[in-house]
């Protein structure tokens, strides 16, 4: 059975969908394909990213910054776009079933000092892990449901 494929969008590809594709691949275990890309991919992944979910032990420092084209022919089961732009740069893709969006503060736009940039992270991380730590546990829950008792 193939598992069903997770696309989460943003601009850059450099942070958010970054980050929320790590959370959610570590919430959803082997249950789903998870993956992310960028309207305008920024061709890396921010440092800062790295280290927060670093501290959440969670490894995302092996990610590549991709264009959402890279996706087009592929069975895309459901887009999550995480910023504004990408929502509205979104295209349909074949066989789509869902799409969400569930926006976030960008992360790299943060100034200040380094752990004043770094607290921004940390708050941007901890609301997408609740988001889509939910998320997971809703798409495992419907699984369970889907297989006879």
């Not at 929320?20 to 992944?45: F, H, M, N, T, W």
Request: with cysteine.
């Amino acid at each position: 059975m193939t598992k069903p494929v997770v696309l989460i969008l943003c601009t850059g590809n450099s942070c958010r969908s970054h980050m929320a594709e790590g959370i959610l691949r570590a919430a959803a275990g082997d249950i789903l394909d998870v993956q992310s890309a960028g309207s305008k991919p920024a061709g890396y992944v921010h440092p800062k990213a790295i280290e927060a979910l670093k501290e959440i032990d969670i490894d995302i420092s092996g990610h590549r910054s991709k264009h959402l084209q890279e996706f087009l022919q592929s069975d895309v089961e459901t887009v999550i776009t995480v910023c504004g732009n990408a929502d509205q740069a979104c295209p349909l893709f074949p066989g789509q079933v869902n799409r969400h969006h569930w926006g976030f503060d960008d992360p790299a736009h943060a100034t200040g000092t380094d752990e004043e940039i770094m607290a921004v992270f940390r708050r941007v991380r901890d609301e997408i892990r609740a988001t889509f730590e939910a998320y997971a546990a809703g798409r495992i829950d419907q699984i369970k449901a889907a297989v006879p008792a």
